[in-house]
């Protein structure tokens, strides 16, 4: 399982955009990137999915260098409700769909 | 479509008490997957079925069985349940689409469950 390093914790004010990024040096070479999020009480929510280069969806983008070592997400503008646990995740449903959530992000929006 | 539903919502044991936790999906999905969560931790994978009639052991089985009974539902067993498996119990499912690599993972609301 390729596992992923992420920072502990981000505090961002409202309004800003927050870049939070993941570090996965062991990634194999069929291996998608996918990033969840969580809010309290609640399970994990699919956020974005990417291979290589640039991903963009309503909610997020997600940068993914050539080397496929590292990536960032991008929130635009966030919100206090962005506050939550951001999880990176490096795996793909070939390998026996195990993937490895590790400790995330807590960002914490402030007013 | 109701998603992915475990029940029960809560549950206090004793410990060395038995019980099973129950998780349905109404998506047509192939995988399903039992994780822990503990207080200020991340997900850790217990047990997942990879499609109907395998399961597969995950991070940390130990102490837990689990049942896959039809493509529906996945639950999840202790069978003499212990203080250090106090925590969160989520279920998830994802399905495949025309991409081999395609992993969006589906959770349910979670069971809390404290063992005394």
């Known amino acids: 399982l390729a596992k992923t390093t992420q920072p502990i914790s981000m505090d961002s004010y409202e309004g800003q955009e927050v870049n939070i990024t993941c570090s996965h040096n062991?990634?194999?070479?069929?291996?998608?990137i996918t990033w969840y999020q969580q809010f309290p009480s609640q399970g994990p929510r699919f956020i974005i999915q990417?291979?290589?280069t640039k991903v963009t969806n309503e909610v997020a983008s997600l940068f993914i260098p050539a080397d496929r070592k590292s990536s960032t997400l991008s929130l635009p503008r966030v919100s206090l409700s962005d506050t939550a646990v951001y999880y990176c995740?490096?795996?793909?449903?070939?390998?026996?769909?195990?993937?490895?959530f590790g400790t995330g992000t807590s960002l914490t929006v402030i007013p | 479509n109701a998603g992915v539903t475990q029940t029960p919502k809560f549950q206090v044991l004793k410990t060395g008490q038995s019980m099973t936790l129950q998780c349905a999906q109404d998506?047509?999905?192939?995988?399903m997957y039992w994780y822990r969560q503990d207080p200020g931790m991340g997900l850790r994978l217990i047990y997942y079925?990879?499609?109907?009639?395998?399961?597969d052991k995950g991070e940390v089985p130990n102490g837990y069985n689990v049942s896959r009974l039809n493509k529906r539902e996945f639950s999840l067993r202790l069978e003499s349940a212990a203080p250090s498996q106090t925590s969160v119990y989520f279920c998830?499912?994802?399905?495949?689409?025309?991409?081999?690599?395609?992993?969006?993972?589906?959770f349910g609301p979670g069971t809390r469950l404290t063992v005394l």
């Open positions: 998830a499912s994802t399905g495949t689409s025309g991409r081999a690599s395609y992993n969006e993972q589906f």
């Open positions: 062991n990634i194999a070479t069929n291996d998608y």
């Open positions: 990417g291979y290589k």
């Open positions: 995740l490096v795996g793909t449903s070939d390998t026996g769909n195990q993937f490895y």
């Open positions: 998506m047509n999905h192939n995988s």
């Open positions: 079925s990879a499609s109907e009639g395998t399961t």
